[in-house]
């Protein structure tokens, strides 16, 4: 469901639509402005990277029905992103891409014959080509290839602005076109090599966009395959596994160690240890007993457990992390502003100077120069880069941070960023490298270091804990041989205990060795 929200008067409703038909940053400036005409709409933020509009709105004055009816009259296509699974677009995306690959190579097989005679030409040598047969080979490239940006072009100007589609399309067919018409007089000089080639061209750029974009989207990807797959639900006395798209709060949930937590919620019988490394950073399980809370995607560590379902679907933890990243990779930086207001006004002045060009070129160096040059200067000064770049670096970077446990507010925090001097932390205990190590070594007097690490690695080496592990490895580092142990017991929260060599050995914290007996530790070293 949308999120709501109460402003100072009225409350206001925000939304996330998934945008088809965008092609360059002329195309989100037009969505921006259509529809934040709308009186009931209080912010419009569309991200050409990730294809996504992010819209707060009056609910009651306006529907979300009506918003993606106005982007569809201004020629794109819209739908509400709860609508659409995230794998079904992924899967979408992928077979169209593949599609693309394959029209493109189509592309580049009917034009090398055209560059390579140009390249020829060049150099001195004759046209080997017929005209009519370069006439053959460019109109597929110039309407099969190329239909997607007269689609474009036809979209922008039903919606009343210009894009970089119209640039290519007036471009490319002007030089198709008057081709046409010397070979139809039987004129030697043709231009299909160069619209053929300025459609492929473009063309390739619009397949590396479209694979920036899907890698820069795989941050997301990575976060939501953390969640648990399946739950085992306890109905009416029975064990029934369902998917976690299935729970319902409520519901009680029996976890068994190394699985996942299907979802947030609290522990109701049993006690273990949990690994929420994934959200908190810190490296050691944390210990659960009935009434504590736990974590959706955390791993239980020790020991079986049932549960209660408290939050499912969007509002649980791991939901919320992923809607930061989403937002933050949507969300515009100032710099990104700058360029979508320089988008929107680009288009227009490159037509001027593209008529200026055709103008001046003809009537003082001839028209077919003339001609030439203004297709020059429309498909040139196509101003993707302009409103692309900074919105997939955005995308990049705060993707990058995700995977790397670092959740960036925005864009405009990630500008601001490389104006920081100083970091201060707050949570010492995140700040580690998640792989304990042994560093010191303290022992009573008649006890050697060797013989303490053995002892200790016997019992850790039966145990999965990261403190445990660290001693298991120094110990196999120094070459220290490792005895058997039995009877081993891990108590959660608190330590474990078992035989070596027929003598009992506890290992664990202050706490617990002073209840069992066992002499305090010593404050001071």
Not at 30 to 59: C, M, Q, Y
Not at 364 to 372: A, I, Q, R, T
Not at 469 to 487: C, E, F, H, L, R
Request: proline share 5%; aromatic share 6%.
């Amino acid at each position: 469901m949308p999120d709501v929200k109460t402003g100072d008067s009225v409350p206001t409703r925000s939304v996330e639509l998934n945008i088809e038909g965008m092609t360059c940053a002329a195309c989100a400036a037009r969505i921006e402005k259509v529809v934040g005409r709308l009186n009931a709409v209080k912010s419009v933020n569309v991200n050409l990277a990730s294809e996504k509009a992010h819209i707060t709105f009056v609910p009651g004055d306006v529907q979300e029905s009506d918003l993606i009816r106005t982007i569809e009259k201004a020629g794109y296509g819209a739908k509400l992103a709860s609508q659409t699974a995230v794998e079904e677009e992924k899967q979408r995306k992928q077979r169209e891409y593949k599609r693309e690959v394959i029209k493109f190579w189509a592309s580049v097989a009917l034009t090398a014959p055209l560059v390579i005679q140009m390249l020829y030409m060049l150099f001195g040598g004759m046209a080997f080509i017929p005209n009519w047969v370069s006439w053959f080979l460019a109109t597929p490239v110039q309407f099969y290839i190329g239909w997607r940006f007269y689609k474009g072009a036809y979209h922008a100007l039903r919606g009343g602005t210009a894009n970089m589609d119209v640039l290519v399309t007036l471009g490319t067919s002007m030089a198709y076109a008057y081709s046409a018409i010397l070979t139809a007089q039987g004129k030697p000089d043709v231009y299909f090599d160069s619209s053929a080639t300025v459609v492929t061209l473009i063309f390739m750029g619009k397949l590396l966009e479209a694979k920036a974009k899907a890698k820069s989207s795989s941050a997301i990807e990575a976060l939501a395959k953390l969640g648990a797959k399946a739950a085992h639900v306890l109905r009416d006395g029975k064990e029934i596994d369902v998917p976690v798209e299935q729970l319902r709060v409520g519901d009680v949930v029996r976890v068994r160690p190394g699985e996942k937590v299907p979802s947030d919620g609290v522990v109701k019988e049993g006690s273990t240890t949990i690994d929420e490394s994934f959200l908190t950073g810190e490296p050691s399980p944390v210990s659960k007993s009935p009434g504590d809370p736990v974590v959706g995607a955390s791993v239980n560590q020790t020991r079986t457990f049932t549960m209660e379902i408290t939050k499912v679907g969007a509002d649980t933890a791991l939901a919320q992390v992923i809607r930061w990243v989403d937002q933050a990779q949507g969300s515009k930086a100032p710099v990104q502003r700058l360029a979508d207001r320089i988008s929107g006004i680009f288009v227009p002045i490159v037509l001027v100077a593209a008529l200026v060009t055709l103008l001046l070129w003809g009537v003082f160096n001839g028209w077919s120069h003339g001609l030439m040059a203004a297709v020059a200067v429309l498909v040139i000064a196509c101003p993707c880069s302009l409103g692309l770049a900074t919105p997939t670096a955005i995308m990049v970077g705060t993707g990058l941070g995700a995977e790397s446990g670092i959740l960036v507010k925005g864009g405009e925090h990630l500008e601001l960023a490389h104006q920081v001097n100083a970091v201060v932390f707050d949570k010492t205990g995140t700040l580690t490298s998640g792989k304990p190590q042994v560093t010191d070594i303290w022992t009573e007097t008649g006890v050697t270091e060797q013989h303490l690490m053995a002892v200790a690695a016997a019992l850790e080496s039966q145990s999965d804990h990261p403190l445990g592990m660290a001693v298991v490895n120094d110990a196999k580092g120094q070459g220290i041989p490792i005895p058997s142990a039995t009877d081993v017991e891990a108590v959660p929260g608190k330590g474990i205990v078992g035989w070596v060599n027929g003598t009992k050995v506890q290992i664990g914290n202050r706490r617990w060795l002073t209840e069992s007996g066992i002499p305090s530790c010593r404050t001071t070293y």
